[in-house]
């Protein structure tokens, strides 16, 4: 007897560690997707333009399974204790839907990270950037949202690959700037505190220290890049860990007597 | 005498040109600087030095701009006044511009070391205009020293100088390559561990379900608890009796 109730007490024992762990984890992910909505590096306007803004779904199904974990951990744990058929039965049901939710999410970073390639930056950039002939308000919200992230983002560079792109294409902006005046936007070129350039022929001409030469594509990939590794890795962590939980306490609930 | 009216117009051709003409070849301004062909506009190198033997301080140097097929037949202006205009460009496929002092091209000038041809986007009308190139070309130039009495020096024509076109957007494809190996890897997984536990639900929920029903299936009695149940202690029997059972001793049996 002494055994089998060693084994139940071990079993507990590891069963509330594993929740406490979820419960823990739960908190991480609410708080990393909070972050990531939150957009600090104003790239949001960039992702809706291009009717593919999955990933910030994810980071939404994130805030809420990362509360429900908590939630569900603190109420495994409290039928872990009362060795309760019926709490743990709740638990399980209640677990398995979080789980779906969280596979969707991960599963859903992990997919349309793929689809941010430098030539969906680049297209959206040249149809939309300073676009002055707009189909309807939606239009309309997407180009300004675009053009302004994009005045913000040329402080520090210009074009996705480099100013040129201006250059080997045709563009919305190239329809109302002519070309000897701007081969590129002027935001492209080094401004002083009072936001003018500090040499505007230096600037259209393309020499060196005048203008902003390197492209945005780092610039915007790079975070866009760890948001959706962060929600899919860390999310398919916690759902490893939770696998094994919930292993265990299907095990453990099956052999409690009624 | 038609040999003599040969060689008389052929010096007076001489006279009236008095044209010298400068080895120096104007070439696009070397450097990396991405701006320096445009679709429009384009940057030359500023001669140095090669006008001060020829010139006055009342000189000036002029452009020539000529489509490439078209300079071979582009024939000097004899005067100010005949410079062929940008409007003009169209149909004359030429024309002349950046009108300046030849001092400016002197040995220690200051100012840039560089030429920008098309660079004016305002100047309508007005002569000498530097307005941008209305195609991509190709286009040779040539610098000519013009001074009060027409050309008094040139240099040779540039090699053909073709500006850029731009694509159309639309050529731009934005589907990546191929899937990342990584998102399958997540997907994959995760798929078979979401299969797993459901299995093992259905499974654990299953044989819960099951026992009571299968054991009556196979004639087994539903477990119930056992008490237990005290041997019975036997009852005093109460004393024989024949007739008329009373708790009384039995007494002699009353007679009919």
Redesign the interface.
Known sequence: MAKTDNGIRICQGLLILGNVVIGMCGIALTAECIFFVSDPHGLYPLLEATENNDIYAAAWIGIFVGFALLALSILGIVGVMKSSKTLLLVYIILMLITYAFEMASCITAATHRDFLTPNLFLKQMLERYMKSDTDNNNDKQMTEGVTKTWDNLMLQCCGVHGPLDWQEYTSAFRMTHNDADYPWPHNCCVMNTRSEPINLDGCKLGVPGFYNSNGCYDAISGPLNRQAWGVAWFGFAILCWTFCVLLGTMFYWSRIAY | MELLGVLLALAGMDAAAGLALLPYVPRVAPG?????V????F?LERPRCIFDPFANASDAVWLAVAFADASAAFKNPTSSAEVPPYEGLPTARAYMTLQMAAAAYGCSAPG?A?L?V????ACHGRAPCNG?LPSPGPYRVKFLLMGCGGPKAETKWSDPILL?R????S???????R??S??VV??A???S??A???M??LG?VG??LCVPLCRRGLGAHLPYRTHHVPPALPHTLPPACVCGCTPRPPGPCPTK
Not at chain 2, 166 to 169: F, G, I, V
Not at chain 2, 171 to 177: E, H, R
């Open positions: 990396a600087m991405p701006g320096k445009t679709a429009t506009t940057v840039a560089v920008r098309g660079g004016d986007t941008p850029r731009a694509r159309s957007l050529t731009i494809d934005p589907t990546p390559a899937r990342s990584t998102a997540i997907a997984i995760l798929a561990l979401g797993a536990l459901a093992a639900v654990a044989t819960q």
